[in-house]
């Protein structure tokens, strides 16, 4: 099997928010939501992105606070954090005004979750940020993020673009495997691996990779279904 990112519905959606929230357009807000359930790719997605659009990724943790958050964003800058939270705040705004670039935020689910309001303070502080210096800022979570981000009005109201991850299909599983693999997959094996990994794009990896392990033992021309488990 290949090693190489796959290029799929979803990371071209993707893909296509970042790009449009990259403008310079003042006054025009520059924030994308990435919707969707565990497994679908959003984190690997924004690492990619992350890496050939020269962003900034930070995942969010269980229980981060607004100085932690403040912190470990500094770090991800190439700052020496400061202690004083409007040190740290000074430090970040610094760097984005002279250094322009994306803030890819993961798994900011944590945000809500049993965290009380320094869930709540820590995304109005990334909203300020945002404000400040008008940085394009995405935002990943699952299925039902966008609900609970719609508590904050003043946030909701700053997202100009929502991407939702949904599960692959067996058209999208033969995509995948023509861009991964040099083996012939017949139908019954891209429906068996859709079927198997309900759409999810892990266990689409493992399977595809047990499927040609099989077809090298085998020596097959062609993988079926009843060639691997």
Same mark, same amino acid.
């Given at each position: 099997?290949?090693?190489?990112? =796959?290029?799929?519905?979803?990371?071209?959606?993707?893909?296509?928010?970042?790009?449009?929230?990259?403008?310079?357009?003042? !006054?025009?807000?520059?924030?994308?939501?990435?919707? $969707?359930?565990?497994?679908?790719?959003?984190? =690997?997605? $924004?690492?990619?992105?992350?890496?050939?659009?020269?962003?900034?990724?930070?995942?969010?943790?269980?229980?981060?606070?607004?100085?932690?958050?403040?912190?470990?964003?500094?770090?991800?800058? $190439?700052?020496?954090?400061?202690?004083?939270?409007?040190?740290?705040?000074?430090?970040?705004?610094?760097?984005?005004?002279?250094?322009?670039?994306?803030?890819?935020?993961?798994? =900011?689910?944590?945000?809500?979750?049993?965290? $009380?309001? /320094?869930?709540?303070?820590?995304?109005?502080?990334?909203?300020?940020?945002?404000?400040?210096?008008?940085?394009?800022? =995405?935002?990943? !979570?699952?299925?039902?993020?966008?609900?609970?981000?719609?508590?904050?009005?003043?946030?909701?109201?700053?997202?100009?673009?929502?991407?939702?991850?949904?599960?692959?299909?067996?058209?999208?599983?033969?995509?995948?495997?023509?861009?991964?693999?040099?083996?012939?997959?017949?139908?019954?094996?891209?429906? /068996?691996?859709?079927?198997?990994?309900? !759409?999810?794009?892990?266990?689409?990896?493992?399977?595809?990779?047990?499927?040609?392990?099989?077809?090298?033992?085998?020596?097959?021309?062609?993988?079926?279904?009843?060639?691997?488990?």
């Amino acid at each position: 099997m290949r090693d190489k990112f =796959v290029s799929t519905k979803n990371t071209k959606k993707f893909q296509s928010a970042v790009h449009r929230i990259n403008h310079k357009l003042h !006054g025009v807000e520059r924030i994308a939501l990435v919707a $969707g359930e565990v497994g679908l790719g959003k984190t =690997v997605a $924004g690492l990619y992105f992350g890496v050939s659009d020269g962003a900034t990724m930070l995942t969010i943790w269980p229980g981060m606070s607004q100085h932690w958050l403040l912190r470990e964003l500094a770090k991800e800058l $190439g700052v020496e954090p400061a202690w004083r939270t409007e040190k740290l705040i000074e430090q970040i705004k610094k760097v984005l005004l002279e250094e322009p670039r994306t803030l890819i935020l993961d798994e =900011v689910d944590h945000f809500f979750s049993e965290n $009380g309001t /320094k869930g709540i303070d820590a995304l109005e502080t990334l909203r300020k940020i945002h404000d400040l210096c008008h940085c394009p800022m =995405v935002l990943i !979570g699952e299925e039902q993020i966008n609900k609970k981000i719609a508590r904050i009005p003043r946030l909701n109201d700053r997202i100009v673009e929502i991407v939702r991850f949904e599960k692959y299909r067996e058209d999208d599983v033969k995509d995948m495997i023509s861009q991964l693999s040099e083996y012939r997959f017949g139908d019954d094996a891209i429906e /068996k691996i859709t079927k198997v990994s309900d !759409g999810r794009i892990r266990p689409i990896m493992r399977l595809i990779h047990a499927a040609e392990g099989a077809a090298r033992i085998h020596q097959l021309k062609t993988i079926g279904a009843k060639d691997f488990s």
